[in-house]
């Protein structure tokens, strides 16, 4: 008897045990008896969700459990378990296909760190201006104007997305083009759109500018050139900018003031050879030709191997020809396979097959930012010479490493819907999307490094034939000059490096040592031309 009635008590326990309910349930279940006797609930015990949330929630009007939970989870701002049931509560509605249902997957994958997926997914769909202004709040929430995907995301820019993110997002997205060759007034409106003194308006300026050299109108892009420089955020090297408003000088004809332009570069600065080399060539264009020398006798220097062009070795024995010094012109000839073969071979193989060694080494510095010759040291002798701050590599390496971060997250979302319940196949699917993107960009990164090559090995070419047309001068030369020779049997040399007797030999400092300050101080003077006779 004592037994059946503990049996009894264990029972009616068990049952009153079933109705003791945690805290939070409790009070659940006290707003469902307040809503039963017509009460309304406690803001204290009410389900607080985000006025973007509720809104959005009366524009869908979810429906049914799966629903439900959905946007239970949107309200918890738990992003990851939304995304993973998207599919199950939206699959076979219309509302996932909709502009609106659209931006909010593509949303949902932007707050899982699929940045770039989720911007390029937002900026396809064709009708922005359709969705619902609830999804667009939550965008403005979570991204603004200086967000670095902007200068990632490949897409086609809608006017809509600047009255929604800012013309900031507008400027980062569209200037991953180049504008050098775009209609002025086109590039016009584009600056009109920046804020003065911006690092968006200080690259389109500077672009404005080359544009307008380009089309020969000097005396604008002069003006813009100046008004670049006094820009507080000019992201643009001063040195490349004195260097441009030098050569502008003198494709106008001014060679004077292009040279004190040129002159104001620092031999510390990036550009200083490429400087060099343009001065020689104004003075040559100044009948010149022993100041040029005077220049191209440092360009020339041995240990300066790869971070000299082959144009400087031309324009050398170029000057050389100009005053005689035939013994001079052979010695650059023969200069040019020491410094150059490796250089061209490499060139060649590059042109063939971009997956190179050194364009690995190139495409890992860039991460890093700004690359200059020393920093990629012997490995800079194998890529083209404009490699290194050509600005399409730059933003082509850097998509490509963030499409494959976000390669990696989709894998492990993949992995994290297990626990969710079920493997969810799309976010494999997804994965091997973003994983084909980055090798795309991978190949689109190798196939612009073929195609530098491929320019500097023609441009090489054509240097080296206008070496023979300055082969086949100097022989002319030569035999001229000894025709006219015999008839002077007794006359002293009056010019050149033949004689260093003659005051008007060509002398030069150290000639046997050279230390780096003490190059491009070299003195030459030649007088008379050519009246000389051959050695």
């Not at 109705?19 to 006290?30: K, L, S, Y």
């Not at 929430?141 to 995301?153: C, F, H, K, S, T």
């Not at 020969?216 to 002069?222: E, F, I, L, S």
Request: aromatic residues 8%.
């Amino acid at each position: 008897m004592v037994i059946v009635r503990l049996n009894q008590f264990f029972i009616l326990a068990t049952l009153l045990g079933s109705f003791i309910v945690p805290p939070t349930v409790a009070h659940a279940e006290e707003d469902l008896m307040q809503i039963l006797d017509g009460k309304a609930a406690t803001s204290a015990t009410a389900f607080v969700e985000s006025e973007e949330i509720q809104k959005l929630r009366k524009v869908v009007g979810p429906k049914g459990a799966e629903q439900n939970i959905f946007f239970q989870f949107l309200a918890e701002k738990k992003y990851e378990k939304a995304l993973f049931q998207w599919n199950t509560a939206y699959n076979s509605s219309a509302f996932k296909t909709s502009a609106t249902g659209r931006a909010l997957e593509a949303f949902l994958k932007f707050k899982n760190d699929l940045k770039v997926t989720g911007v390029e997914a937002l900026l396809a769909i064709k009708n922005p201006e359709v969705i619902d202004k609830t999804v667009i709040g939550l965008w403005k929430e979570n991204i603004n104007g200086q967000n670095p995907v902007w200068g990632l995301a490949q897409a086609t820019w809608n006017p809509y997305w600047t009255k929604v993110f800012g013309d900031d997002a507008e400027m980062a997205f569209l200037l991953k083009k180049n504008y050098t060759t775009t209609e002025v007034a086109e590039l016009s409106e584009l600056i009109k759109k920046t804020a003065p003194d911006s690092n968006q308006r200080a690259i389109l300026e500077w672009q404005l500018a080359l544009n307008l050299g380009i089309r020969g109108d000097n005396k604008k892009a002069g003006q813009v050139l100046a008004h670049l420089t006094k820009s507080k955020n000019n992201p643009i090297d001063s040195d490349l900018i004195t260097m441009t408003a030098g050569r502008l000088l003198y494709q106008g004809g001014f060679l004077d003031a292009a040279l004190k332009y040129y002159e104001k570069v620092s031999k510390k600065s990036d550009y200083w050879f490429q400087v060099q080399e343009e001065m020689a060539w104004t003075h040559m264009r100044k009948g010149e030709p022993q100041n040029a020398i005077a220049i191209t006798k440092t360009l020339t220097y041995p240990h300066f191997k790869g971070l000299v062009g082959i144009e400087s070795y031309l324009l050398d024995a170029f000057s050389r020809l100009k005053v005689c010094d035939y013994t001079g012109v052979l010695s650059t000839m023969a200069a040019i396979k020491p410094q150059f073969s490796e250089h061209l071979v490499a060139l060649e193989k590059l042109s063939v097959d971009g997956h190179q060694p050194a364009v690995e080494t190139l495409a890992n510095a860039l991460l890093q930012g700004s690359v200059s010759v020393d920093k990629l040291g012997p490995v800079a002798h194998s890529l083209p010479m404009v490699a290194s701050k050509d600005e399409a590599l730059s933003v082509l390496i850097r998509t490509q490493k963030a499409l494959e971060a976000e390669a990696t997250v989709a894998e492990t979302l993949f992995s994290h819907s297990l626990t969710f319940g079920n493997l969810q196949g799309q976010f494999e699917t997804l994965k091997n999307q973003i994983k084909s993107r980055a090798e795309m960009t991978k190949g689109a990164f190798y196939q612009r490094v073929q195609e530098l090559a491929k320019t500097e090995l023609a441009d090489a070419k054509q240097v080296i034939q206008r070496l023979h047309i300055v082969e086949v001068e100097m022989i002319q030369q030569v035999d001229s000059s000894d025709k006219l020779n015999k008839k002077l049997a007794k006359a002293e040399p009056k010019a050149g490096v033949a004689s260093t007797s003659s005051k008007y030999a060509m002398s030069f400092a150290n000639d046997k040592e050279i230390w780096f300050d003490e190059l491009s101080n070299f003195k030459v003077d030649t007088k008379n031309g050519c009246a000389k006779r051959t050695e």
